[in-house]
């Protein structure tokens, strides 16, 4: 239980900051106790966020809010805050964490304080994400984020590191610079409208705006969030950055930095701009099938395990766009599920390649086979985790995408016949690389002797895999746990689509902020 006013948000979030702090007082040449250090500050982490889980989520309401003024003269204010959605996200951020800096302890031997520091500020930097509803605090640490990964990609990555980062870069970049110009331009439009400045995102989620404008606005949010994501065509960068990254990069960047646009989505897009969403959603459900197919398809023809592996996420994230611009609760649950579950998933395939790759130094899949019989732990972990890849029943990817297909099927027949291509799809690309890599006779003497999992490798594997099998089967905990903010958001899109429609567009601010009740309870104020 977390008592009132008790700022558990800055706790998580700035817990990471301490141990950077304390590696900065080790000397770089005790790399035991640097990684050690790292892995029990990232863990203590998960620990402490584990309470928000169990919090009251029958509500819709902003939860543990810390909220004083930071700049007052321009309405800038610290304002954290969490709902049954953003929880979700950050325990799956401090969830992974621990796991990806432990998987990287025999992999990262240069450089290793350096390393460690870039995923403890990154570990900020994605909590900030998720939990800011000041406009310019999200902002700052939506930037943040971006050079701690720039510099595991950049330092420890693979040989093509350099051109693959700065490709992640410049992506990165444009789309959060257009995103500031419409975050500018909503703040002097909420001060036309209200004679108030403020970066308030609940503030400015109240007054109407007019569809032109919301139109232009939605286009610049949504094209960061679409290159985040990313979305067909925006995703070029994405396969040179997972095949690049170091391993626990490549799990978080998959598994945490890819939800960061559909978080944005959720948070900003459909809420502040319902009348271009509606507008933009047929747009962006096509691209969402597209991506569902194309990603499947690319994936297919890969011969690198990691790049087949990069692909999928195209073809797993469009689900989750799809269910979003669904506009019902089946599917925007299904899309939150299934942004948790591609985390889980994922992640552990990322894990695999890299345990594989370093006892091989090598991810083309015509240079394995048979590995069955030499790695049997490594294999049994490998098909649990692929059949979850695939949405086999009694897997987590089952709940999410059926959820995702049942909703779209709701609101248009079409999309959902177009988007169930891509389970078969993703049977046929996972299973045929699994037989590849896992049946068959052994046909290279180097994977002979091969060592199976070690102990910490297993422990790594083992939290992952329990979840794969605890959301598979009963899903109904965390389903609960957002529902509340769920049914609040499609109601919200709906009744401001409604309202916006039957009105003139110079429409007063107090006939919508009587409809609408979107003020979080329970501030925290310094």
């Not at 919090?55 to 805050?81: K, L, M, R």
């Not at 900030?128 to 420890?156: Q, R």
């Not at 939800?259 to 809420?271: D, E, H, N, V």
């Not at 590849?436 to 003497?445: A, I, L, M, T």
Request: glycine residues 8%; charged residues 15%; negative net charge.
């Amino acid at each position: 239980m977390i008592p009132d006013g008790f700022p558990i948000l800055s706790l998580v979030a700035y817990l990471p900051i301490l141990g950077v702090l304390l590696i900065l007082l080790i000397d770089k040449e005790k790399t035991d106790a640097i990684k050690l250090v790292a892995l029990i500050t990232a863990a203590i982490n998960f620990i402490i966020s584990l309470p928000l889980y169990f919090g009251n989520w029958s509500t819709a309401d902003f939860q543990y809010v810390e909220h004083f003024n930071w700049i007052p003269e321009i309405g800038v204010s610290y304002y954290f805050g969490i709902d049954g959605i953003s929880m979700l996200m950050v325990l799956l951020t401090t969830f992974l964490t621990p796991l990806a800096i432990w998987s990287s302890f025999s992999s990262i031997q240069e450089k290793v304080k350096g390393y460690m520091i870039s995923f403890l500020v990154l570990e900020t930097g994605m909590i900030g994400v998720f939990m800011a509803l000041d406009m310019v605090l999200f902002f700052v640490f939506w930037e943040a984020m971006l050079f701690p990964m720039y510099f595991i990609i950049g330092i420890w990555g693979g040989p093509r590191r350099i051109y693959a980062t700065i490709k992640f870069v410049l992506y990165t970049m444009f789309g959060s610079a257009l995103m500031l110009v419409a975050i500018l331009y909503l703040y002097f439009l909420n001060f036309e409208y209200t004679g108030v400045y403020t970066f308030n995102l609940i503030e400015l989620g109240q007054f109407p705006i007019p569809t032109n404008m919301q139109l232009w606005m939605f286009a610049a949010f949504a094209l960061a969030f679409a290159i985040k994501v990313p979305m067909f065509p925006f995703h070029t960068w994405l396969p040179d950055a997972h095949v690049e990254a170091p391993t626990a990069g490549s799990v978080i960047l998959a598994a945490v930095l890819l939800k960061m646009g559909t978080y944005g989505f959720l948070r900003f897009c459909l809420p502040l701009f319902p009348n271009a969403a509606y507008e933009f959603a047929p747009a962006i459900s096509i691209l969402a099938i597209i991506g569902i197919i194309y990603g499947a398809m690319m994936a297919f023809v890969q011969k690198d395990v990691k790049s087949l592996v990069a692909y999928s996420s195209v073809s797993h994230l469009g689900f989750v766009m799809l269910g979003i611009f669904a506009f019902n609760i089946q599917g925007m649950e299904g899309g939150i599920l299934q942004m948790i579950n591609h985390g889980i998933s994922t992640g552990a395939l990322f894990l695999l390649v890299g345990m594989i790759y370093e006892r091989r130094h090598t991810r083309m899949i015509e240079d394995f086979g048979g590995l069955a019989k030499v790695v049997p732990a490594f294999s049994v972990m490998f098909m649990i985790i692929t059949l979850s890849s695939i949405g086999l029943p009694g897997t987590n990817g089952f709940v999410g995408e059926f959820l995702v297909l049942l909703g779209t099927f709701k609101s248009n027949i079409t999309y959902a016949v177009l988007a169930a291509t891509g389970v078969i799809l993703a049977a046929v690309y996972m299973l045929w690389m699994f037989q590849r890599v896992v049946f068959g006779k052994v046909k290279h003497e180097e994977n002979e002797n091969l060592k199976d999992l070690n102990l910490r490798e297993k422990l790594v594997l083992i939290p992952l895999i329990a979840l794969v099998f605890y959301i598979g089967i009963y899903p109904k905990p965390i389903l609960s746990r957002m529902e509340s903010s769920v049914q609040n958001l499609v109601s919200t899109v709906n009744q401001k689509f409604r309202v916006e429609n039957s009105q003139p567009e110079h429409i007063e601010i107090e006939a919508v902020d009587a409809d609408i009740d979107l003020e979080p309870k329970g501030e925290y104020h310094e």
